[in-house]
């Protein structure tokens, strides 16, 4: 399997398919490359190269106890750029995925990248303060890291219905089959649960506002309208205003794991927005 070292000697598995334009797919929090199943497909059979790959901590990466801040994960990004020798490239952020794209743009700039999607993403900010009264309380991260603690396996279970179905889902009718969430939802049980908890930290108490607002590349934002894990008022509309001239499209009824459950969607949305 192919592998880059990063500056830290942490070892990141990628995956690189197809010719093209490169379209590099960063993924959740939890799951490895493999929730992009889907697109990374489709985009490299009509004409694209799609490079996928474990975020450090999680699938076949490896797991060091440090480096879950949005620097390291966007160092790690420009590292396997520079070892791919990428450019002219589309950066498509989904959750966390978002943040690390948009820090990875505030401290390396456009000169490789093209283009910017971001897709179910946490930016700009998520917690409550001052001047961001209607986020979320420390609360909700303080109980998410004692589930993960406790048992992590219980609390990716009782993730996979909101995830895939909304806050309103009928566990017998999401629109994905029972055995694709299972797989999909079992990937984050390879993540360490360092990563997971320090991941989840990291997307959850960062200020972006500023860097997403400094965004010049074209930027296209979707975002599910019944998103829990990436609250739709909070992130997709202020992303997308933010982000001067971005488009935004929102999925009405979408849940967060729309990469599966909207995927035909998706795909369309992101190959016409890349080869536009």
């Not at 093209?20 to 797919?25: C, E, K, N, Y």
């Amino acid at each position: 399997m192919p592998y880059v070292t990063t500056r830290d000697e942490t070892r990141l598995h990628y995956k690189d398919w197809g010719a093209g334009r490169p379209v590099i797919l960063l993924g959740t929090a939890m799951m490895d490359s493999r929730m992009w199943e889907f697109q990374a497909s489709f985009l490299a059979e009509r004409g694209l190269r799609c490079i996928t790959y474990d975020r450090r901590g999680c699938g076949r990466s490896d797991a060091p106890w440090e480096g879950y801040d949005y620097d390291t994960l966007a160092a790690d990004l420009a590292d396997l750029i520079d070892h791919l020798d990428l450019r002219d490239a589309v950066l498509v952020g989904y959750a966390v995925g978002g943040g690390e794209a948009v820090r990875y743009l505030s401290r390396y700039g456009a000169d490789r990248v093209a283009k910017l999607a971001l897709v179910a993403s946490t930016t700009p900010f998520l917690l409550r303060t001052e001047d961001n009264a209607d986020g979320l309380d420390i609360a909700v991260f303080d109980e998410m890291a004692e589930a993960i603690r406790r048992d992590r396996a219980q609390w990716l279970s009782d993730c996979t219905v909101p995830f895939f179905g909304g806050p309103n889902a009928d566990p017998a009718g999401l629109p994905v089959s029972f055995e694709l969430a299972r797989w999909l939802v079992g990937t984050g049980l390879e993540a360490s649960p360092r990563a997971g908890t320090e991941i989840y930290r990291t997307l959850f108490t960062t200020d972006q506002r500023a860097e997403t607002a400094a965004v010049t590349v074209p930027t296209l934002v979707i975002h599910g309208t019944e998103d829990l894990a990436a609250p739709y008022a909070l992130c997709g509309p202020r992303t997308a205003e933010l982000v001067e001239g971005s488009r935004f499209i929102p999925y009405e009824g979408a849940p967060h794991g729309l990469f599966a459950t909207h995927a035909e969607r998706l795909n369309e949305d992101l190959l016409a927005f890349v080869k536009e």
